[in-house]
């Protein structure tokens, strides 16, 4: 053997290092599953020690790629397989802090396996299990950039992830009817917009963002002040009837980006590979999260809930709001007994999960469900201050809240009932979440504008600036409102939501198809009518938007003309 020749035993050492780490990896990934979802103080040294693991297991193959080539015959798909985790990391660290920069390096990671083509071979494998890892990776990919608002990107994958699956489904045996119903609700996601902004010269949709950005707010009026900060926000979906992909219903989707700050940019994903790992944050930049932390439970047990609940407010620092949003079809189901009726539980409730418990007597089966929400549930966590949003056709159970605790406590509630001229009102969001998500494509949406062009949007925009200037300060002028209400003003996103509701409010009391008091959204503590609904600036302006719409006459009778 000449001097210098590279032989296959000189590379035992390089693999077997490549295989503990590879190996050790895979087990503190797996290990994650084991933790809780709920609290915030235990999750941190597991993740920055995962985190620690596969960075070492990426520059380790990155500096030996010639010897993991020769003598273990490392496969492209094996080097997306780590990637494809990383990226997953980056997910969850996401989920965990609610910091959206984390979905940016994801995306990062997942657009460069993309790139890259480093699943490609797995084509040639004929191997069922790798296939399943090809299509979950596409599906993860997919969510992240449907939460990123990265339009083109999600089209462009659902093109290939659906191609992939007709392509492969002899492979895939008993799991084909999966995919196909994967494929089907993620092609229907993507096209649930209230109303589809064009661009005026390519009539192609635009890409808007919905997330909180420095000008989504009016000025802090004088006499606003910060006393209380959102920290948890709790969001429960459970609409059967609801488009949904990947356990998030469209309106636990909206809800997560009305309270999220827009990410920063970032540069070309091939080259930040390299970039220092979340475990090199210190502690207490976590603690001072832009975005409040939340909790995604797609159709929970109400053990769940309470379990979620009860961590939160265990863990929310003094100062903090806990904000509860629920999503869900009601039940109102009254107590049948002679001594069972409760006040906060004699109105019914919403139902979370849907499923029968075996245990649960058969007479009592068509009548009650034991994962119903009912509002007494929820008085032991107003020990801490409570932002409350019931988007359901029972949301008038939570209508009468005591506040027993002296804590600040606000309810947010939809209408009993829509007009019929609302097409599909539950399929592509309820319309409460609608108005808290985008106030003015909403306002199209009652209006029935199907779609509209960017310069009308834009010009529209100002006005509607101008409106939750203006509601702001009703808030702030009014004599009778409940002090609850001004002591969330001072967060960012809870005075965006108590806005928007306003807007609702005022929108639909005005609207000739809206004239009916069931079809009102409510609130209890209730906003005084002679500060919003009376207020003739906001009353014009929510006119002038209609004009430029082309649609005043929904609006205008003769105070008004």
Not at 175 to 196: A, T
Not at 294 to 307: D, E
Request: net charge neutral; glycine share 4%; hydrophobic share 35%.
């Amino acid at each position: 053997m000449s001097y210098g020749q590279t032989t296959l035993t000189d590379d035992k050492p390089v693999v077997e290092e490549f295989c503990d780490l590879l190996e050790n990896s895979k087990q503190l990934f797996n290990g994650l599953r084991d933790l809780p979802q709920y609290g915030q103080r235990q999750w941190q040294p597991h993740f920055a020690k995962t985190f620690e693991t596969y960075t070492k297991l990426w520059k380790f193959q990155q500096e030996n790629r010639c010897a993991l080539d020769r003598s273990y015959k490392l496969k492209r798909w094996q080097i997306g397989e780590i990637a494809s985790k990383i990226g997953q990391l980056y997910y969850h660290y996401y989920l965990r802090t609610s910091e959206t920069n984390y979905l940016n390096e994801a995306y990062q990671f997942y657009s460069a396996i993309r790139s890259r083509k480093y699943y490609k071979s797995i084509e040639n494998e004929d191997n069922p299990d790798l296939l399943l890892k090809k299509h979950r990776y596409y599906a993860r990919f997919i969510v992240v950039c449907l939460l990123l608002n990265y339009k083109q990107d999600v089209c462009e994958l659902v093109e290939d992830f659906s191609k992939q699956v007709l392509e492969h489904k002899s492979l895939l045996q008993n799991k084909e009817d999966e995919w196909d119903m994967v494929v089907m609700e993620v092609r229907e996601f993507p096209n649930s917009d209230p109303v589809q902004v064009l661009n005026a010269e390519t009539y192609q949709p635009c890409d808007l963002t919905m997330r909180l950005l420095p000008n989504s707010l009016p000025p802090l009026e004088k006499g606003i002040r910060r006393t209380v900060t959102l920290g948890d926000a709790i969001i429960v979906g459970n609409s059967p009837s609801q488009m949904k992909f990947s356990e998030l219903t469209i309106d636990m989707f909206r809800m997560v980006q009305v309270l999220e700050r827009a990410p920063c940019a970032f540069q070309d994903p091939l080259q930040r590979f390299h970039k220092p790992n979340p475990s090199q944050e210190r502690s207490d930049r976590l603690l001072k999260r832009e975005n409040p932390h939340k909790y995604l439970l797609y159709r929970p047990t109400f053990f769940q809930i309470f379990t979620f609940l009860s961590t939160a407010v265990k863990e929310l620092p003094l100062g903090n709001a806990l904000l509860v949003y629920l999503s869900a079809h009601g039940s109102m189901t009254r107590s049948s007994g002679k001594h069972e009726t409760t006040e906060g539980y004699d109105l019914g409730g919403i139902i979370t999960n849907d499923r029968k418990d075996d245990n649960t007597p058969r007479k009592q089966t068509a009548t009650k469900n034991m994962h119903c929400l009912h509002p007494g549930d929820l008085y032991p966590f107003m020990r801490k201050p409570m932002l409350l949003i019931v988007d359901s056709d029972n949301a008038k159970a939570f209508g009468n809240i005591p506040n027993l605790f002296g804590q600040s406590v606000v309810c947010l509630m939809a209408s009993d009932e829509l007009p019929n001229s609302l097409k599909d009102p539950f399929l592509h969001g309820r319309l409460l979440t609608n108005f808290l998500y985008s106030p003015l494509l909403s306002f199209m949406l009652v209006c029935g504008i199907a779609q509209t062009s960017d310069q009308v949007y834009e010009a529209c925009s100002q006005v509607m600036g101008k409106i939750m200037s203006e509601i702001q300060k009703a808030y702030m002028r009014s004599r009778t409102i409940d002090e609850s209400f001004l002591h969330f003003l001072g967060d960012d996103f809870m005075r965006l939501i108590l806005l928007r509701f306003a807007f609702c409010c005022c929108t639909l009391r005005l609207h000739k198809a809206y004239k009916e008091s069931k079809f009102y959204p409510k609130s209890y503590p209730a906003l005084p009518d002679e500060d919003f609904i009376g207020n003739f600036t906001i009353t014009k302006a929510i006119v002038d938007i209609a004009d430029m719409l082309g649609v005043k006459s929904l609006f205008v009778d003769s105070r008004y003309a």
